[in-house]
């Protein structure tokens, strides 16, 4: 496609490319759209506080806040450790985990992943106790996260990130539900401005991203939504841009309003008029954004698709 070096309102803004929420693993963030993965918002509230708790004479809710922020990794803040229970050790999470246990440093052979779900064990941060998943410590009483989904098993005391769980996508997003919706078709949470203004494909977010290949619906940095409705990461749609690349790597459309791009080549064209040689010359196009099959007369500065104006075609 074609190369411009001054590209018309960057997609800083957000104008062009619609943002999807985000996503992540225990809890995904969301950028302008939003969902993550991880959590669920109805069933935090069930935390087993009923317990008297060996703290003397703090109340309920006093023992429950102790420690609130203060403790965790660098993905969380949770005042628990899990014991994994594919190798029985001890991490603060789930990510400490995979990095740990997929590090260079691990034989080949031994590598893998934390199976999430099958999480039993965690450890209180505040009084040490191992037990089974839960809110609210056995033995201190203290709320081991304050967003705690018991599907996903997964805790998270810091509520700025708005995590919910999502049962279509099965997994605790960020973001908001109130913010964002889940779209059957698409399979994924998105955020809710894209609700009519989304093209939908069928499993758009249950692939990888065409750029660094991670997979799209369990990433934990933002996602956004192509106008052709194809899903890649803001961050390698930046990188692309960055190396002049507008064109969707899946299908080829542009990847943003081109206009102001397509207006300055009309200009640059008419300012350089092609040897008479080549007056009569014609090529036949294919134009990546409308699909229509044309002739059109040869120009070195670009081939412009009759139907729609744009100059992202390719010859044929
Ligand atoms: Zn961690
Ligand atoms: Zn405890
Ligand atoms: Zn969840
Ligand atoms: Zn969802
Ligand atoms: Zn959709
Ligand atoms: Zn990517
Ligand atoms: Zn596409
Ligand atoms: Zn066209």
Same mark, same amino acid.
């Given at each position: 496609?074609?190369?411009?070096?001054?590209?018309?309102?960057? +997609?800083?803004?957000?104008?062009?490319?619609?943002?999807?929420?985000?996503?992540?693993?225990?809890?995904?963030?969301?950028?302008?759209?939003?969902?993550?993965?991880?959590?669920?918002?109805?069933?935090?509230?069930?935390? *087993?506080?009923?317990?008297?708790?060996?703290?003397?004479?703090?109340?309920?809710?006093?023992?429950?806040?102790?420690?609130?922020?203060?403790?965790?990794?660098?993905?969380?803040?949770?005042?628990?450790?899990?014991?994994?229970?594919?190798?029985?050790?001890?991490?603060?999470?789930?990510?400490?985990?995979?990095?740990?246990?997929?590090?260079?440093?691990?034989?080949?052979?031994?590598?893998?992943? +934390?199976?999430?779900?099958?999480?039993?064990?965690?450890?209180?941060?505040?009084?040490?106790?191992?037990?089974?998943?839960?809110?609210?410590?056995?033995?201190?009483?203290?709320?081991?996260?304050?967003?705690?989904?018991?599907?996903?098993?997964?805790?998270?005391?810091?509520?700025?990130?708005?995590?919910?769980?999502?049962?279509?996508?099965?997994?605790?997003?960020? #973001?908001?539900?109130?913010?964002?919706?889940?779209?059957?078709?698409? #399979?994924?949470?998105? *955020?809710?401005?894209? @609700?009519?203004?989304?093209?939908?494909?069928?499993?758009?977010?249950?692939?990888?991203?065409?750029?660094?290949?991670?997979? +799209?619906?369990?990433?934990?940095?933002?996602?956004?939504?192509?106008?052709?409705?194809?899903?890649?990461?803001?961050?390698?749609?930046?990188?692309?841009?960055?190396? +002049?690349?507008?064109?969707?790597?899946?299908?080829?459309?542009?990847?943003?309003?081109?206009?102001?791009?397509?207006?300055?080549?009309? @200009?640059?064209?008419?300012?350089?008029?092609?040897?008479?040689?080549? *007056?009569?010359?014609?090529?036949?196009?294919?134009?990546?954004?409308?699909?229509?099959?044309?002739?059109?007369?040869?120009?070195?500065?670009?081939? @412009?698709?009759?139907?729609?104006? *744009?100059?992202?075609?390719?010859?044929?």
């Amino acid at each position: 496609m074609v190369a411009m070096s001054n590209h018309p309102e960057s +997609l800083d803004g957000g104008k062009q490319v619609k943002q999807i929420g985000i996503i992540h693993h225990d809890a995904v963030v969301t950028t302008s759209c939003s969902n993550s993965v991880e959590s669920s918002s109805g069933d935090c509230t069930s935390a *087993s506080t009923g317990g008297t708790g060996n703290a003397s004479g703090a109340s309920a809710s006093e023992r429950l806040e102790k420690g609130h922020l203060q403790y965790g990794c660098s993905h969380y803040r949770r005042r628990c450790r899990i014991r994994a229970p594919c190798c029985n050790e001890i991490f603060d999470c789930r990510h400490c985990h995979n990095e740990a246990k997929n590090s260079m440093d691990v034989e080949s052979l031994h590598r893998h992943d +934390l199976p999430r779900h099958e999480l039993q064990l965690i450890i209180c941060s505040l009084c040490g106790t191992e037990q089974e998943v839960r809110q609210a410590c056995i033995n201190c009483g203290v709320s081991m996260g304050k967003y705690f989904c018991e599907t996903c098993k997964f805790f998270d005391d810091d509520t700025s990130k708005q995590n919910y769980h999502c049962n279509g996508c099965g997994i605790c997003r960020t #973001g908001g539900q109130e913010n964002s919706f889940h779209c059957y078709k698409c #399979g994924c949470c998105y *955020s809710i401005t894209l @609700k009519d203004s989304h093209l939908c494909v069928e499993g758009a977010m249950h692939h990888d991203c065409p750029v660094c290949f991670e997979y +799209l619906f369990e990433s934990t940095t933002d996602v956004t939504v192509l106008p052709c409705g194809h899903t890649i990461h803001v961050n390698c749609l930046k990188e692309m841009q960055h190396h +002049l690349q507008y064109a969707c790597p899946l299908c080829s459309k542009s990847v943003c309003d081109m206009s102001k791009v397509w207006d300055k080549l009309d @200009k640059a064209i008419a300012a350089t008029p092609m040897p008479e040689f080549y *007056s009569n010359k014609m090529v036949g196009i294919l134009c990546n954004d409308c699909g229509a099959h044309s002739d059109v007369p040869f120009h070195v500065v670009g081939r @412009k698709c009759p139907n729609c104006r *744009s100059y992202n075609t390719r010859q044929k």
